[in-house]
């Protein structure tokens, strides 16, 4: 999967950005790398010059990470891997048993943004399995990117060389693409476009950057991980009539 969002929609932590990158001759555009890649499997669509997702089919390999792509009210999704526990989750939002995971995902969505009783993070607690998605919301312009904990399936982040924030479970799609300012998205972790990236695991804690150096010694965009010392402050919930659901709030 990949997603290529321009800058300012999505606002990553800036220690993605490496000091040693820099735009050459044999940087890639994300979407051209991609479909290089699956040269006959390869589904893409754009959204002007705000965002493009693109899809690429599940192998028949039994081995193969389940991969999904639906979209519901101008709201899409790019789903990898399956949840355990879909029938009861598919229940508690009232979708029918036949909903897959990036329909049940889109709902979820749906639900934070318009009439969400919870903050984020309690609702991806509540998801059993390796997964990882990203969501784009056409109508509000905004980005909602999540990985699962168990570190079965994986996703990158990077920076392309127009700025473009690339997320993508292919690294030689982002290495490619993104030159050196490029990494591991951290896993039990969610980002929101206005929000920050944040551990859904330890939502009241900050995420620290660490420095990552690759084998020709070039450093590389910076890893994340929680801080298990620093807290995030508390913000008080505000009227329902806000969209509260985004907030730092444990």
């Known amino acids: 999967m990949l997603g290529v969002f321009k800058n300012g929609l999505v606002s990553p932590p800036k220690e993605l950005k490496s000091p040693a990158s820099s735009p050459t001759k044999a940087d890639q555009p994300p979407l051209k790398a991609f479909q290089s890649s699956h040269p006959n499997s390869a589904s893409t669509i754009s959204f002007g010059e705000d965002a493009s997702l693109a899809f690429a089919h599940s192998s028949h390999s039994l081995m193969a990470t389940q991969r999904l792509f639906c979209s519901v009210d101008d709201i899409y999704c790019v789903f990898l891997g399956s949840l355990n526990n879909l029938n009861a989750l598919n229940?508690?939002?009232?979708?029918?048993?036949?909903?897959?995971?990036?329909?049940?995902?889109?709902?979820?969505?749906?639900?934070?943004?318009?009439?969400?009783?919870?903050?984020?993070?309690?609702?991806?607690?509540?998801?059993?399995?390796?997964?990882?998605?990203?969501?784009?919301?056409?109508?509000?312009?905004?980005?909602?990117?999540?990985?699962?904990?168990?570190g079965r399936v994986m996703l990158f982040w990077g920076l392309a060389s127009d700025g473009s924030v690339v997320v993508s479970d292919n690294l030689e799609v982002i290495k490619s693409s993104c030159s050196k300012s490029f990494a591991p998205f951290p896993t039990g972790c969610l980002y929101h476009t206005g929000g920050e990236l944040k551990s859904f695991e330890h939502p009241k804690n900050k995420m620290k950057a660490i420095s990552r150096v690759d084998s020709e010694g070039a450093m590389c965009g910076a890893t994340f991980k929680v801080d298990i010392y620093a807290k995030t402050k508390s913000m008080p919930r505000v009227g329902s009539h806000a969209n509260w659901a985004w907030s730092q709030e444990a």
């Open 91 to 150: 229940k508690q939002y009232g979708l029918n048993k036949t909903a897959n995971e990036a329909m049940f995902v889109i709902q979820a969505y749906k639900t934070l943004r318009d009439r969400g009783p919870y903050p984020a993070h309690s609702v991806l607690k509540d998801l059993e399995g390796s997964f990882g998605f990203v969501v784009f919301d056409f109508k509000a312009k905004t980005v909602f990117i999540s990985l699962g904990n168990d």
